[in-house]
């Protein structure tokens, strides 16, 4: 007895005998060649092939017709899975027909290209073959094999992606060293099993949390602690908090024992000190969901990511290009899927660029220690006078979460002084002894100015209501600044200047113009006017050089735009201006740095109402010893000498002592 393949391959030979004399007849009657090309043409293989690399592609093969390898039909949504399966952790690739297929019979043979794209960009492509089959109706049946996919994966076989980080690119200070380099950190975290009370458990991790010294900004939140433990397995690890080691050790014996807290070591990406420039830096941590959205094909779950600052600003120049592997995972006698030896595909990780900056460590670190204590918003630039290189640029508390120094838009108060007194020096409408009344109160177009806690000097020397910060006086002389005096004043220091610093800053924007009333608030810093402290330490920084130059920050790459220096100031003009810059310190508002370290230091107050509410103030200082020239900005820090002037002081002795 023949096999019931035997069988099938008769009847369809007599059913092809069967159809010779119907043909002839046909034939004879003109018919035969509609029938051929209107009923009974077969499609050819390339369009099975077509249709079959299309659904691959849309993860949809419902309407693609298969046998497997013993020619037993398998159905498309089978061969769906089981493509899903064998891809592993890979994404979809791309796969493309070579030329036409080569028919045999009922037998057919495609040659394809298959192209993965992996994470960071590397492809992978190499040649496959696809075989087909024509069914009893002449139709082509794709035979589904896992070689289709890579000519070694048999049944059960599975690609791996294994990923090697590159080097990550350092950001270095202005002498070259790196300021963000792998240290450690202990992942706290706790397993719920091992948790019999976790409301005590959070109060006691909370209780730990807050007796890190510094103090941690923002404070560590823990109130999804306990919904986090209900949603994970029982032997999970959920993590809890990111600790730099020395912060750790400050609190072990208080956490290690606590029933259920696991903690594992790990390397990252960090700076000094948790503050140390910390808003400008940014940060490099695991890949988060958003990265993933944002990037598809770039990043895997295990990578680090740089976010915010200049590590997410230059991320892509600082990660480099990691490193792809793939390899064949197979299913072990347990049932779990194990890499193997098998290598099909390698590259070697190019390390990431390093960025350098003009950053100071010794002057960033004194910046830092001099924000801590303060509660409020602070902020605070120092730039070296000589070259405009910035050396510190610093947020509080803990570092800020916004990089308030370059980009905060803020009136400046008194310290504005500073400017329209040199548009007033450049205009010749007052010196140094020229007497200028200070009354209590002066009004102008029905607006009532006044002094802080409403002081009085009466008819004294231009010099002196500059260290004493009259506003009256200012009020009163601010009409001879003319239409655009104190706008011209501005930007002979930088002010509302295009700069390229590497990073965004925002330079300002200088009240001109205006009611009588507005010229009058403008000429001390109130008004329209706005402010960063990186522009007014670049302007304050002009005043001692003689000449404003835009500061620089990002060395290399370096920035393609940066600003031509402004033309030199007027002796006349700046030479007295210095004067009384000196005597705010030695006989003014800001006494309380006469006595630092380190030589002579000029500066200026200010304070700046904000939100039309008298009671709503920030707090400035402006100023420069030796070739370090500062702006100190606290966010409602009330009256500079109660704020302001205090992070000033603390800076300049850090500044001495290091």
Not at 16 to 22: D, E, M, S
Request: glycine letters at 10%; one cysteine or more; hydrophobic letters at 40%.
């Amino acid at each position: 007895m023949r096999p019931h393949g035997h069988r099938h391959n008769d009847n369809l030979d007599r059913r092809r005998r069967l159809r010779r004399p119907v043909l002839a007849a046909l034939t004879g009657l003109g018919l035969v060649a509609t029938l051929l090309t209107g009923c009974s043409r077969e499609a050819p293989p390339e369009q099975a092939v077509d249709d079959f690399l299309r659904g691959w592609q849309e993860r949809k093969l419902d309407q693609v017709r298969f046998v497997d390898g013993q020619g037993q039909q398998i159905t498309g949504p089978k061969v769906a899975e089981e493509i899903a399966f064998l891809t592993g952790d890979l994404p979809t690739p791309a796969v493309r027909r070579d030329g036409e297929a080569s028919v045999g019979g009922d037998a057919a043979t495609a040659k394809l290209t298959v192209d993965w794209t992996l994470p960071g960009g590397t492809h992978w492509a190499y040649p496959t073959t696809v075989r087909l089959k024509r069914d009893t109706e002449d139709r082509w049946r794709i035979i589904w094999e896992p070689r289709i996919a890579h000519d070694e994966l048999t049944e059960g076989d599975q690609l791996t992606l294994r990923r090697v980080s590159a080097t990550r690119g350092a950001i270095l200070d202005g002498a070259g060293a790196p300021i963000v380099t792998p240290r450690s950190i202990i992942v706290v975290g706790v397993q719920p099993s091992e948790v019999t009370d976790v409301p005590a458990l959070v109060k006691q991790l909370e209780t730990a949390f807050k007796a890190i010294r510094p103090a941690i900004s923002p404070p560590i939140e823990l109130s999804d602690l306990p919904d986090r433990m209900k949603q994970a397995k029982p032997d999970a690890f959920v993590d809890v908090v990111s600790l730099r080691k020395e912060a750790y050790q400050q609190i072990k014996p208080r956490i290690y024992d606590l029933p259920g807290t696991k903690f594992r070591e790990e390397q990252r990406e960090l700076a000094p000190t948790r503050e140390f420039a910390r808003a400008l830096l940014g940060s490099v941590d695991p890949v988060q969901k958003d990265d993933l959205d944002a990037n598809p094909g770039v990043y895997v779950e295990s990578d680090l990511v740089g976010h915010g600052g200049l590590q997410g600003q230059y991320e892509k120049r600082l990660r480099g290009t990691p490193a792809n592997t793939v390899v064949i995972s197979r299913r072990n006698p347990d049932g779990k899927i194990e890499p193997t030896d098998t290598e099909l595909f390698r590259t070697e990780p190019t390390p990431g660029t390093p960025l350098r900056t003009t950053i100071d460590v010794k002057t960033q670190n004194a910046a830092d220690a001099a924000l801590a204590p303060d509660p409020h918003r602070t902020a605070m630039v120092a730039i070296r006078i000589s070259d405009g290189s910035v050396l510190a640029t610093a947020n509080g508390p803990g570092g800020g979460a916004e990089n308030l120094a370059l980009t905060a838009q803020v009136p400046p108060g008194s310290t504005f002084k500073m400017v329209s007194t040199l548009g007033l020096l450049d205009g010749g409408a007052v010196s140094l002894d020229a007497p200028v009344a200070c009354p209590k109160t002066f009004t102008v177009d029905g607006r009532s100015f006044k002094n802080s806690n409403d002081f009085e000097l009466g008819n004294v020397p231009f010099r002196t209501n500059f260290a004493k910060s009259c506003n009256t006086a200012f009020a009163a002389v601010a009409p001879k600044l003319g239409d655009t005096g104190l706008a011209d004043a501005g930007r002979s220091l930088g002010l509302e200047a295009t700069w390229d610093l590497g990073v965004e800053a925002f330079t300002g924007k200088v009240s001109t113009g205006g009611s009588p009333a507005e010229r009058a608030a403008a000429a001390f810093g109130q008004g329209t006017t706005l402010v960063s402290p990186i522009a007014m330490a670049a302007a304050t920084a002009a005043v001692a050089k003689g000449q404003w130059q835009q500061p620089k920050l990002v060395l290399d790459p370096a920035p393609p735009a940066s600003a031509p220096a402004g033309p030199p100031l007027k002796p006349t003009s700046v030479e007295p201006l210095r004067t009384m810059m000196r005597e705010v310190v030695t006989v003014g508002s800001a006494t309380a740095l006469k006595d630092v370290p380190g030589g002579p230091v000029q500066g200026k107050t200010g304070t700046a109402e904000y939100d039309d509410n008298p009671a709503h103030t920030h707090a400035w200082f402006v100023g420069w010893q030796g070739d370090v020239a500062f702006a100190v900005f606290v966010e409602n820090g009330g009256g500079s000498g109660e704020t302001a002037v205090p992070i000033a002081e603390r800076f300049l002795r850090n500044l001495a002592a290091r």
